[in-house]
Nanobody
Framework: QVQLVESGGGLVQAGGSLRLSCAAS????????MGWFRQAPGKEREFVAA???????IYASSVKGRFTIARDNAKNTLYLQMDSLKPEDTAVYYC?????????????????WGQGTQVTVAS
């Protein structure tokens, strides 16, 4: 079973930046898509961004142009660079493994989540 440990969250002003990291302890890390989800207070967990095994990326419309997802297969680490942060980005951010090389599962299909990392953007 994969172990996912998110870090890098914090409190920032609107317009600021944060870089989130996710350490994954899984031998198959480099052969699966990886992605980020987030859950804001009172809302369902939602997809944020994903990167395939060969570097293709996809972003939720709400974060396009502001967030950048990347992976370091040598370190089994996933990153999310968050720029131009808005108060509506406030949420707990979680990383997750894809169902295969190129796709994520819907959030509701995952049975395991890490602790997540809190991102709070002051308004």
């Amino acid at each position: 079973q994969v172990q996912l440990v998110e870090s890098g969250g914090g409190l920032v002003q609107a317009g600021g930046s944060l870089r989130l990291s996710c350490a994954a302890s899984d031998r198959t890390f480099s052969n699966v898509a990886m992605g980020w989800f987030r859950q804001a207070p009172g809302k369902e967990r939602e997809f944020v961004a994903a990167v395939t095994w060969n570097g293709s990326t996809i972003y939720a419309s709400s974060v396009k142009g502001r967030f950048t997802i990347a992976r370091d297969n040598a370190k089994n680490t996933l990153y999310l660079q968050m720029d131009s942060l808005k108060p509506e980005d406030t949420a707990v951010y979680y990383c997750q493994q894809g169902r295969n090389r190129v796709a994520m599962r819907p959030a509701g299909e995952y049975g395991y989540w890490g602790q997540g990392t809190q991102v709070t953007v002051a308004s």
